[in-house]
């Protein structure tokens, strides 16, 4: 069975770091791009970042260009995703999912929140 | 960046009817639709993917269908476990992106 459980959200100050994890089971993780969604509150879905297989590919929505990165760790069977500067309009629950030919996410964790606020 | 509208917002449905739900791209996006199914504090759920086709485990009863940019996904018959928000996202071009949902409630 495919699982997949985000940990690491919490409540951190405008300008500041965190560090989201996603460890994955149930499947060769090696072989799919990962992904990290987010949604904020009242908001659609956004798209925030896509890890290639092997991390030699990533993509990220032009929100979070420049702040945050996304990584991976094959070895360990997990991805993350370090958000820096971070802004009151990342407020969100943030979900990481396993892609299905890159192009959409056929599994989701459950979402861990990220709140940014003073 | 392509825009995807859903309707309606809200749609009230006895268990046992049918619901359909309409999702519009602003511009052509194929047949690079995918359909979402998401209740409170659980994983959002894969049902349809490339406009019509169910993704694995997923019941009969849902089935999607359009191309271009008006897609539709139907549910028959509905259960108890089907009241959610539902989620269209289109995979056509970067970056991916999705309609605002569309609440299914109990009428």
């Known amino acids: 069975e495919v699982q997949l459980a985000e940990s690491g959200g919490g409540l951190v100050q405008p300008g500041g770091s965190l560090r989201l994890s996603c460890a994955a089971s149930?499947?060769?993780?090696?072989?799919?791009?990962m992904s990290w969604v987010r949604q904020a509150p009242g908001k659609r879905l956004e798209w925030v970042a896509n890890?290639?297989?092997?991390?030699?590919?990533?993509y990220y929505a032009d929100s979070v260009k420049g702040r945050f990165t996304i990584s991976r760790d094959n070895a360990k069977n997990s991805f993350f995703l370090q958000m820096n500067s971070l802004r009151a309009d990342d407020t969100a629950v943030y979900y990481c999912g396993r892609d299905l030919a890159a192009s959409l996410v056929d599994y989701w964790g459950q979402g861990t929140l990220v709140t940014v606020s003073s | 960046e392509i825009l995807m509208t859903q309707s309606p917002a809200t749609l009230s449905v006895s268990p046992g009817e049918s619901a359909t739900l309409s999702c519009r791209a602003s511009q052509s996006v194929s047949n690079s639709l995918a359909w979402y199914q998401h209740k409170p504090g659980q994983a959002p759920r894969l049902l349809i993917f490339?406009?019509?086709t169910r993704a694995t485990g997923i019941p009969a009863r849902f089935s999607g269908s359009g191309s271009g940019t008006e897609f539709t996904l139907t549910i028959i018959s509905l259960q108890s476990d089907d009241f959610a928000v539902y989620y269209c996202q289109q995979f056509n071009s970067w970056p991916r992106t999705f309609g605002q949902g569309t609440r299914v409630e109990i009428k």
């Open positions: 890890i290639k297989e092997d991390g030699s590919d990533k």
């Open positions: 149930g499947f060769t993780f090696s072989d799919y791009w």
């Open positions: 490339g406009a019509s």
